[in-house]
């Protein structure tokens, strides 16, 4: 798909991320912020997920292991027709199938209850192993995130996938820098990253998270690489797209008022 | 014949499993020679996967397989399993109802030498407070290798208990396995023993010493202890003067607590619970930790008396 598109795209999901989190009055916007292209770049160029297979068992699968930013990937399904645009708005709230963190039991296209976090990635792993088990083709998409990888199981994982050689799994780490209690270097330093995923045998590239031709070239580079899986480091802003939440730590888990929403939401439109 | 180890029969029936059915992956965390899965490692070396010593994300790992409509046995020992990954059994596996059996080895005081930190009491009560998962513990290799092949088809979670030491055989090739169901191996009338595990063997040699001395106890297995058999007990609640539940697991959240869960709600009788008291175990031989930790045959039947009177 063309740059333009995934653009629209990308900001049609950041809109529907702000909207859901506003009505909802709770969840976590500047984590879902970042990941726009990332997501938008998956769901409309790179996996092959749609309408008929979406019920098959086995098929490119996307884990969303930081499932707290589970307003972004509930607006890619709605995106793709998955779900109704106007269901969105029963998330976070009570007897819907939105959870506040992603189940898998309640909406077909979450292809993992994730939300515990570091959990994610290990089941992404389970994934890409049986595939690679029954030589099947498809291929399996994980977003970390960087607060993300100070759980130990982020490293148990991917000392699995590059002692497996997961060629077929693609872990994108959305380097934001910000963690629910600020600078994730001063909470609890994951970096380097690169070399850490290095060392434990993975293919890593390094790209802007919110370059669509970086985050395609990334993603045929890895398709391409074999023997490894591949990490891509993608840096991103926290809360992009909207200026005062922006690389604001504040916005990892707050909803805005009604004035922040109006003003969020023009500067979106204007994009 | 001689006693073989729930374990032994886990591994030999997974084996057998693994080249008949073909939804079948098996996940180890470096204790397969243990655990036995290295029976089916050999039986199928492209479905047996080693994950390492990291039990949280071997837990991860078997919820992503079983997605792909796959069936996932995954073996640690009991400590590992149920405790260290408890959270990933939870989330990951139980909230996703996913297909992953996990086959949980050396639980309880009779791991023996190994010592206390490795001595799993506590597991019983953290699998079966888990919504969607289901708890066994079969008592010997017959019920062992039945349980292992019929929850390949039964969907969702299962929890299977297995003990290291070897146990005596209590069931006859006639036997079969119902989930939710207890089996009586021996009808009295007194009072009935609810046992579990390792203390099925017990129980029952109790049972005979007992006799000898004029008292007439029922003897039950009740290895699916999550769903539990709630019409069974009740009868036997109606049918006994009192009830005594035996299991090698903590008196906190085991079979004695499941089964007074029962009692207390339909019909509250007089239940006595040899288990393990609030304690850590260990180390020593099997037996010796039976007998100083109060559950070897003497001590049932020291129970079964002192309750007899009580109920006098």
Known sequence: MENNQLATIANNLRKNVVRMVA???????????????????????????????????????FVLSK?????????????????EQEELMTFRKINSRLQGHPSMVYVDGVDMSTGSLGQGISAAVGMALSYKAKNLDYRVYTLVGDGESQEGQVWEAAM??????????????????YQIDGDITKVMNPLPLDKKFQAFNWNVITIDGHN??????????????????????????????????????AWHGTAPNQEQFEEAMKQLEGK | MGKVATRVAYGEALAELIQK??????????????????????????????????????????????????IVYASSFAMFAAGRAFEQVRNSICYTKLNVKICATHAGITLGEDGASHQSVEDIALMRAIPNMRVIQPADDVETKQVIEKIANIEGPF?????????????????????????????????????????????????????EDGFDVTVVNMASIKPIDEEMILQL?????????????SKFGGLGS?????????????????????????????????????????????HVKEFAKELE
């Open chain 2, 21 to 70: 059915d073909d939804r079948i992956f098996v996940l180890d965390a470096d204790l397969s020679k243990s655990t036995n899965t290295h029976k089916a490692q050999e039986a199928k070396p492209e479905r047996h996967f080693n994950m390492g010593i990291a039990e949280g994300n071997m837990m991860g790992v078997a919820a992503g397989i079983a997605t792909g409509g796959n």
């Open chain 2, 237 to 249: 609640s109606k049918t006994h003067k009192g009830i005594i539940t035996a299991e090698e697991h």
């Open chain 2, 159 to 211: 929890y299977v208990r297995l003990g290291r030491s070897g146990v005596a055989r209590v069931h006859d090739e006639n036997y079969s396995f119902k989930l939710g169901k207890g089996n009586v191996l021996s009808q009295g009338k007194d009072i009935a023993i609810i046992a579990t595990g390792v203390m099925v063997e017990q129980a029952l040699l109790a049972k005979e010493t007992l006799k």
């Open chain 1, 160 to 177: 699995a996938a590059g002692h497996y050689k997961l060629d077929n799994l693609v872990l994108f780490l959305d380097f934001n820098g």
């Open chain 1, 67 to 83: 499932g707290h930013a589970s307003p972004i990937l509930f607006s890619v399904l709605a995106e793709k027709g998955f779900i």
């Open chain 1, 212 to 249: 669509f031709d970086e985050i395609k070239a990334a993603l045929k580079q890895a398709k391409e690489f074999k023997g490894k899986p591949t990490a891509i480091i993608a840096h991103t802003v926290k809360g992009k797209g909207v200026d005062f939440m922006e690389n604001n730590y």
């Open chain 2, 258 to 302: 499941a089964v007074a869960e029962v009692l207390s709600k339909h019909n509250p009788t007089r239940l006595r619970m040899i288990a393990i008291e609030d304690t850590f175990g260990e180390s020593g031989t099997p037996d010796a930790l039976l007998e100083k930790y109060g559950l070897s045959a003497p001590s049932v039947v020291r």
């Open chain 1, 23 to 61: 009505n909802a009055k709770s969840g976590h916007i500047g984590g879902s912020l970042s990941a726009a292209e990332i997501v938008a770049t998956l769901y409309f160029d790179e996996m092959d997920i749609t309408k008929e297979n979406l019920k098959n068992k086995e098929r490119d699968k």
